[in-house]
């Protein structure tokens, strides 16, 4: 509980406990039943009470913007202890009960959302405070903004490692529970890649960065949750606007309901009873305030935002999170996504060079590629690359390269790639990538290079399809034969295969003209050749452990350690989060409306307003917290 919850629960019971001893020195008959002193007395916990939403709703009438609710809990109370005034009655109690079970409903909302935000204030604990730079043969501590690409750092045991980087020296293992939302640590060695927000748990790293601390993977997902809130949802644009239609429509019924039949009464010759119709009026106010929406809906997907972050799920915006709770069908990019990425040479065929000479020049003609099969060569090699020998070299994305070698003209790539270039390639039986050599425009041999499919990754489809969606889809630029092999094995319902990433575009194109009104088209990469095809679909998500910043950047949703497993996960997450917001709207709006109504007939008092007001809204504030508890989704 932070310091202005605890002043505000000060409030209440202080306020509570005035009524209460007030209440028996006026039995006791030690305090007037009328009267200046009774007045005096009753206005110190009213003040107490209802000092800020006074000051809140007298500046929304200098702002011309006074139809809210602080509005309409002043005007109900003020003309409540008018009323009692006027009537010489003394009751003041029920104008100050008002305002305090109305501060109650407050101070469950702001401890509801207090909740919400420790679950997101979690997350931000990952921001380093300090890096650890080598200079002048000493460790410093600095700024992490200070830190340039390509600088040596030191990660200690029990320090954040604040900037993206390789592994120099050392080996340990990693505390990603803040990332991931899973507890497993994660063992890193010389070599491989250590991303910012892990917490070091055992043996000194040195670290060389690949990132400045503003593109680094800390600074990225801090800045998604940061600005989640911003991007709304549909449903609360419908209830922002419907507040700012519904609260200026019910001042209005009020003030007819104050004035109307008293005018109407005296026109047919009968008492005009104006105090009864005032005090109706005020009642209905009282009944009419719009809390239990206005406060409850943000808070329902602000609470499944904050659920699905602990659980390493990074939802931009309530927008996406409900689009994902109408996702029908789910497209996925293959390698990084549904396997591993960890690609290796398991043959070389009709090839006239040694193995070792074929993978030399295919090495070094892949040398300046990023892919994970150019990589894959080169490890298969496994001796250092003279880059003299290399000159001339082009990359065409989803076909192959072009190098000269030693003077001769080498091209490295897929069967599309050798009929681009009037080469006649050999056809191979074997299930893999297959990567086509050629030298001088000879065709001399090829490499099969196979990739690992990720543990969860059959389950993944599998919870798929048991959460209603209906149609799962693979796009890759392997053959056929892999991507029907990996279609069978994973249970996924259609493949294509062969693309480049313009035709990706294209084949989600054809699947989102072809699915149904109201159906969503959810699509999963991690590459950069990913990006446009995660803005175009309905829901773009990323795997954000390994997926490259292109990918998470263009994406909507971010999944934190590129587990498939978590996209049923989030789907299960949005779909929980709607229906916690259509229970709260359909319940509020009914119970509102049916108190209104039995206010204005007379049939219900200023304390049936007060539960309708304040009661719903602490019905909704509790259902809405239950968006916090996805672990067993």
Not at 250 to 276: C, D, K, T
Request: hydrophobic share 45%; proline share 3%.
């Amino acid at each position: 509980m932070n310091k202005k919850q605890k002043k505000k629960l000060i409030r209440i019971l202080v306020t509570a406990a005035l009524m209460a001893i007030f209440h028996l020195l006026g039995n006791a008959s030690l305090l007037p039943e009328t009267g200046a002193i009774r007045f005096a007395a009753y206005m110190i916990p009213y003040l107490i009470i209802g000092h800020d939403i006074l000051r809140k709703a007298w500046k929304g009438i200098r702002n011309r913007q006074m139809f809210d609710e602080a509005f309409l809990m002043a005007v109900a109370t003020i003309g409540a202890i008018l009323l009692a005034l006027c009537s010489g009655s003394g009751d003041y109690l029920e104008a100050i009960a008002v305002m305090l079970l109305y501060q109650v409903g407050e101070w469950f909302q702001s401890y509801a959302v207090g909740k919400s935000r420790r679950n997101i204030s979690e997350l931000m604990d990952i921001r380093p405070d300090y890096a650890n730079i080598e200079r002048d043969g000493t460790w410093e501590k600095v700024d992490p903004d200070e830190v340039e690409i390509g600088s040596m750092i030191i990660v200690r045991p029990g320090e954040k490692v604040p900037i993206d980087g390789i592994v120099e020296e050392g080996t340990s293992t990693l505390n990603t529970a803040a990332l991931t939302g899973e507890s497993l640590p994660r063992d890193i060695k010389v070599g491989e890649e250590i991303i910012s927000g892990c917490i070091n748990e055992s043996g000194v790293l040195k670290i060389r960065t690949t990132k400045e601390f503003g593109d680094s993977t800390v600074s990225q997902i801090l800045d998604l949750v940061e600005n989640a809130s911003s991007r709304k949802s549909k449903s609360e644009d419908f209830i922002t606007r419907f507040a700012r239609i519904y609260t200026p429509a019910v001042v209005y019924a009020a003030i007819a309901l104050a004035f109307l039949p008293p005018l109407a009464s005296l026109l047919m010759g009968n008492a005009a009873r104006w105090n009864e119709w005032i005090y109706r009026a005020l009642t209905f106010l009282v009944a009419s305030c719009p809390c239990a929406l206005v406060v409850s809906i943000p808070l329902s997907f602000f609470a499944g935002i904050g659920g699905a972050s602990h659980a390493g799920i990074l939802v931009k915006g309530s927008n996406y999170l409900e689009l994902l709770s109408r996702t029908k069908i789910v497209v996925f990019d293959k390698t990084g996504t549904l396997t591993q990425g960890v690609f290796e040479v398991t043959g070389i065929h009709h090839s006239e060079l040694s193995d070792e000479e074929l993978l030399e020049y295919a090495a070094l003609a892949e040398s300046g590629s990023s892919h994970p099969i150019s990589r894959s060569i080169q490890k298969a090699y496994g001796k250092p690359l003279d880059l003299s020998r290399i000159s001339d070299m082009k990359e065409i994305s989803g076909e192959g390269v072009t190098a000269t070698v030693d003077g001769r003209q080498i091209a490295v790539g897929n069967d599309k790639w050798m009929a681009a270039l009037g080469i006649d390639d050999i056809k191979c039986h074997s299930v893999g990538t297959i990567v086509h050599l050629a030298i001088d425009g000879q065709y001399a041999g090829h490499i099969v290079i196979s990739d690992r499919e990720k543990p969860h990754s059959r389950e993944a489809i599998r919870r798929l399809k048991a959460s209603g969606v209906r149609k799962t889809v693979m796009l890759t630029g392997d053959s056929k034969a892999v991507a029907d092999q990996v279609c069978a094995s994973l249970g996924i319902d259609q493949a294509y295969s062969q693309l480049l990433p313009a035709d990706k575009v294209a084949r989600v194109e054809e699947l989102l003209n072809a699915k149904s009104d109201g159906e969503m088209l959810a699509f999963v990469g991690d590459g950069i050749n990913d990006a446009p095809v995660l803005r175009r679909a309905d829901i773009g998500i990323a795997m954000g452990a390994m997926g490259s910043d292109a990918a998470i950047e263009a994406a909507d949703i971010v999944l934190m350690d590129d587990d498939p497993l978590k996209i049923a996960k989030a789907i299960r997450i949005s779909r929980k989060s709607l229906r916690i917001v259509y229970q709260n709207i359909v319940c509020s709006i009914t119970i509102k409306l049916l108190c209104l109504a039995l206010v204005a007939v007379g049939l219900a008092n200023m304390w049936i307003a007060v539960f309708a007001d304040v009661g719903v809204m602490i019905l909704a504030v509790l259902n809405a917290i239950r968006a916090l508890f996805v672990k067993n989704l």
